[in-house]
């Protein structure tokens, strides 16, 4: 083995296991601000060391990587020049806005210098163990705080203090990562900021190909049933529709992929398909139309109604290119967050527009397209979980700003790992 070799593979050795810890610090460190190394949380550090390495790994490899990736990266740069940069300049003057609102996503492109990382199978395999028991354990704990709220309640407020104490920072002034909140029926919502992690529950339970538990129906069907009841006990309306999305969608795609011919515009029209059909959510703006169906709730319904007509109304006034990231409206949902909204898809399409979010897809979707081995014609059924998860996502997402942020951020990892990973398993279908 070549010197060159033999150093980029201890680099992606070293990159694993930064990626692991990164990986147990986001399912078990809460809100991630507790623990700080020189005044930066330990999420931040782990992945701001996992970027430099892959940018290490990338540049001492530069000569052997394919042309396609050189050019998705240039492509990148260029997006986050003009979205993050030139265009939140031209039209507001204030950059450091667009740079904390766009972060998350330019964290996500990190996947443009790591297309190979979760092609090294044993290293993905280990780490979608690690995903996926963190994921049992989380959705036990929602089931068990679920009951003890309707059997012991005392026992309930007292385990979600305990739980605030250990996820998040004594000085915060606000809740930031657990939500235990009674309702009306006096029962306990129990929801976290990470709780739409439940959803890649649906898709381990779903994935028959190199899952940790193939081969065991009855697991899966258990697992299924428990993520099912812990996404019931969030409470949280955008959970249930992305549970119902994914339950709804995945049949058809096991049968439509068998017919979308493998070349990049079928993967672009996969990509874009779940970002526009969620626009037939928005009459649930209005909250008569949830009242008629009795899942109306005063506050966060109101909110979202007016946060519409000002984004829809931003867009219109620029669709092709956006207002650029940092962008906001008349209506502002937080004070120091001024970009941050509940309608996020809106949002988005108002800060990029039609060319920005084409020409992040387009990126995108030629690394995927380039995962997949040549000789399958058609997409493989092994790819449909994934779609499903990635189509129940992106309709969560319609009204909570699931994807900012280093849960996001994580969880869009988490989908264009998997994507290439499970490529290399396209001829065992």
């Given at each position: ?42 999420r931040k550090l782990l992945f701001a060391i996992f970027c430099i390495f892959s ?126 909140t009674p309702l009306n029926n006096g029962l306990l919502r129990v929801y976290f ?169 387009t990126i995108l979707a030629g690394l995927i397209y380039s995962s997949i081995p ?56």
């Open positions: 083995m070549s010197k060159l070799m033999r150093n980029v593979d201890v680099n992606s050795k070293i990159k694993y296991l930064i990626f692991l810890f990164f990986t147990l610090d986001v399912f078990l460190m809460g809100s991630g601000t507790l623990y700080t190394i020189f005044g930066v949380t330990t940018v290490i790994t990338y540049f001492w490899s530069f000569q052997t990587k394919p042309i396609l990736q050189r050019r998705s990266i240039a492509g990148f740069v260029l997006f986050v020049t003009l979205w993050v940069a030139i265009i939140p300049l031209y039209i507001t003057g204030n950059i450091s806005y667009s740079l904390a609102d766009a972060l998350p996503l330019i964290g996500s492109g990190v996947y443009l210098l790591t297309v190979d990382f979760s092609r090294h199978e044993g290293s993905w395999i280990n780490i979608r163990k690690v995903i996926f028991f963190s994921l049992i354990a989380f959705t036990v704990l929602h089931i068990i705080l679920y009951g003890l709220s309707i059997v012991k309640p005392h026992l309930a407020e007292v385990a979600g203090e305990f739980l605030r104490l250990l996820w998040e920072p004594d000085n915060a002034p606000v809740e930031l990562f657990v939500f235990l900021g990470s709780s739409f992690f439940l959803l890649m529950g649906l898709y381990f339970a779903a994935q028959k190909y190199q899952s940790p538990i193939e081969g065991c129906v009855l697991c899966r069907a258990i697992v299924y049933f428990l993520v099912i009841l812990a996404l019931w006990a969030t409470n949280t309306r955008s959970l249930l529709l992305g549970a119902v999305v994914f339950v709804f969608i995945l049949p058809i795609v096991s049968r439509v992929f068998e017919k979308i011919p493998r070349n990049f515009g079928g993967v672009l029209l996969l990509l874009v398909a779940p970002f526009l059909l969620s626009f037939i959510l928005i009459p649930t703006f209005d909250p008569q139309f949830l009242s008629n169906f009795g899942i109306a709730r005063e506050g966060s319904d109101d909110l979202r109604a007016e946060q519409f007509e000002p984004l829809l109304g931003a867009f219109l006034d620029s669709p092709l290119i956006g207002q650029g990231f940092g962008a906001s409206v008349s209506v502002i949902r937080a004070e120091d967050a001024p970009y941050s909204y509940e309608l996020s898809i809106l949002a988005l399409f108002m800060k990029i527009g039609v060319l920005g979010f084409l020409f992040a897809v040549k000789d399958i014609k058609f997409f493989p059924k092994n790819i449909a979980p994934l779609y499903a998860l990635y189509f129940s996502y992106i309709f969560s997402c319609f009204f909570n700003p699931y994807m900012f942020g280093f849960f996001g951020t994580f969880f869009s990892l988490f989908l264009l790992y998997e994507a290439g990973f499970l490529g290399g398993f396209s001829k065992h279908d």
